[in-house]
């Protein structure tokens, strides 16, 4: 427990954390939804923890939530309920994937075939 | 649920897309031939959706089940970011594949020629969801090779469903399978919506 390995661990099974209302409400971001810190946490922010502290200082430039996820080793889903928590203090702002039924979109497709063949 | 920064600088719209088949058949090899960054990996957590595959009945607690995936990314200019999905190779962990497959713009099938019907389950599952899907065969130096006709023909698939040959070491080559998969996808969409 007195390693940050064991408060870590500890941490990303914390029950409350998984369980809340307000953040399983918000547990549906996709794998790619996007993260950007739009106002720094200081680290005294009541009812923020080192992770969300981590999250806020890695999207100082936009991150998916499976990078984020990469990135701090921790479960995709326990991300997102941090995130929740990041976006209801004001913190973060996302941007979410089209929805399926928009991705139809022929500038998108036309700048993703560009973008392609000049890599 | 979606917010704009405050300072007024759009994010990038993220789009999804997929490369599945079978066990050690290329899939992570592609994402990093192709990717901007080294290919990182992310675990979702097995969760009441599981019902069915796991019976959990009376371990309810047990709810760290994990299932690893490796993504790529690509950035499309300043509008547009790829992220690329090797899918896990394990059939019972079809349901990542719908959160995965949910928005995704398209898939790539990998198949190997020494065990085609590795691919079967992708290709099944990609028809049966409707997501637009594109064959590659990954060329092993010491496979054995055949027409694309012969692949297609193993495979049972439609006329409309591209199939190539691609190296997946290979960033160029990567690529191309790419734009055929792009481009079959747009001719794929919705004529309704154009």
């Known amino acids: 427990m007195n390693s940050d390995d064991s408060l870590y661990d500890e941490q990303v099974v914390r029950p409350y954390v998984m369980t809340r209302g307000r953040t399983e409400a918000r547990a549906k971001l996709d794998l790619i939804t996007l993260a950007v810190t739009v106002r720094p946490a200081t680290g005294v922010e009541i009812g923020l923890d080192p992770e969300h502290l981590a999250i806020a200082r890695l999207c100082r430039r936009p991150l998916s939530v499976a990078e984020i996820a990469a990135h701090l080793d921790l479960p995709a889903g326990t991300v997102r309920v941090l995130l929740g928590d990041l976006l209801h203090g004001g913190f973060i702002a996302l941007q979410e994937p089209q929805p399926e039924v928009d991705v139809l979109d022929e500038r998108m497709y036309r700048a993703v075939l560009d973008g392609l063949r000049a890599l | ?194």
Request: proline share 6%; hydrophobic share 40%; with cysteine.
């Open chain 2, 1 to 194: 649920m979606v917010s704009g920064p405050s300072d007024g600088k759009k994010l990038p719209t993220p789009i999804k897309l997929l490369i599945a088949g079978g066990f050690g058949v290329g899939k992570t090899t592609m994402v990093g031939s192709v990717s901007e960054i080294k290919p990182l990996r992310t675990e979702e957590t097995l969760t009441d959706r599981s019902i069915g595959v796991d019976d959990l009945s009376g371990v309810e607690s047990k709810t760290t089940t994990t299932v690893a995936m490796d993504f790529g990314r690509i950035s499309i200019g300043d509008d547009f970011v790829l992220y690329l999905f090797g899918t896990p190779g394990q059939e019972r962990f079809w349901f990542v594949w719908d959160e995965l497959a949910r928005g995704a713009l398209g898939a790539v099938v990998l198949a190997d020629t020494r065990r085609l019907a590795d691919c079967f389950p992708s290709v099944d599952y990609f028809e049966r969801r409707g997501t637009p899907f594109i064959v590659a065969v990954n060329c092993f130096d010491d496979a054995p090779q055949y027409a694309l006709d012969e692949v297609k023909l193993a495979l049972n698939l439609g006329p409309d469903i591209p199939v190539l040959l691609c190296d997946a070491r290979r960033r160029d080559s990567g690529k191309e399978v790419l734009i055929a998969l792009v481009q079959h996808a747009y001719g794929r969409r919705p004529l309704a919506k154009v």
